[in-house]
């Protein structure tokens, strides 16, 4: 079974700096997509960027960019130029591909944002 | 614009009293999916319709059941809550293999 490890529980980062949020994944499929998606307190879960694990180039999302390392099954991600609305509990999940897209989640990291 | 509604957003229910939870999707996706999160926990995945095609997780609960009785709208059935069915539960939609889109949320207290 596929798991997903974040191993920062809580982050903490300064307004306008960069924060880089980790996680790992364990998995023997080669085709699969990778996610991190945001929750803010009380508010829905929101993709904040994607990753197809065939595509080389790590993608971006203006502020947000991810680290993909297929080979050491880790996809972390980058938040640059942090704003106080990136506040929020941030989920890595690995997409399923053997069937409906089936999320695996981790357990979360919790960002705080200090003004 | 909604895209992933889901009603009501809170829910108050009794110990024993069955409860039934809607989700509508204007995206017209194939799959639709409900989750279960629980306080500072991870979601977890109760089940999914790809189309008409009911695929229920191996370590859910009888005690859950669903219906979708078109392509927009999916109900979750608690037959008998107990207190540890207390939680927040997420829609989902997605195409075939696409990203799933989330509802706000559905937080079910039980008492």
């Known amino acids: 079974a596929q798991t997903v490890t974040q191993s920062q529980p809580e982050m903490s980062v300064q307004e306008a700096e960069t924060v880089t949020l980790s996680c790992t994944y364990d998995t023997s499929e080669s085709d699969y997509y990778l996610f991190w998606y945001k929750q803010p307190p009380s508010r829905q879960m929101i993709l904040v960027i994607r990753?197809?694990?065939?595509?080389?180039q790590n993608a971006t999302e203006n502020r947000f960019s991810v680290n993909f390392q297929k080979a050491a099954k880790s996809f972390s991600l980058k938040i640059s130029d942090s704003q106080l609305g990136d506040a929020a509990m941030y989920f890595c999940?690995?997409?399923?591909?053997?069937?409906?897209?089936?999320?695996?989640f981790g357990t979360g990291t919790r960002l705080t944002v200090i003004p | 614009d909604a895209m992933v509604i889901q009603n009501p957003r809170y829910q108050v229910t009794q110990f024993g009293k069955p409860v039934t939870l809607s989700c509508s999707q204007t995206l017209n996706h194939n799959v639709m999916y409900w989750y279960q999160q629980k306080s500072s926990q991870a979601p977890k995945l109760l089940f999914h319709y790809y189309d008409k095609d009911f695929n229920n997780e191996a370590d859910t609960p009888d005690n859950f059941q669903s219906r979708r009785p078109n392509t927009s709208f999916c109900f979750l059935d608690i037959r008998s809550p107990g207190l540890g069915d207390a939680a927040m539960y997420l829609c989902?939609?997605?195409?075939?293999?696409?990203?799933?889109?989330f509802g706000p949320g559905t937080r079910l207290l039980v008492l």
């Open positions: 989902a939609t997605g195409g075939w293999r696409e990203t799933q889109y």
């Open positions: 990753q197809e694990a065939y595509k080389q």
């Open positions: 999940a690995y997409g399923d591909q053997t069937g409906a897209n089936n999320l695996f």
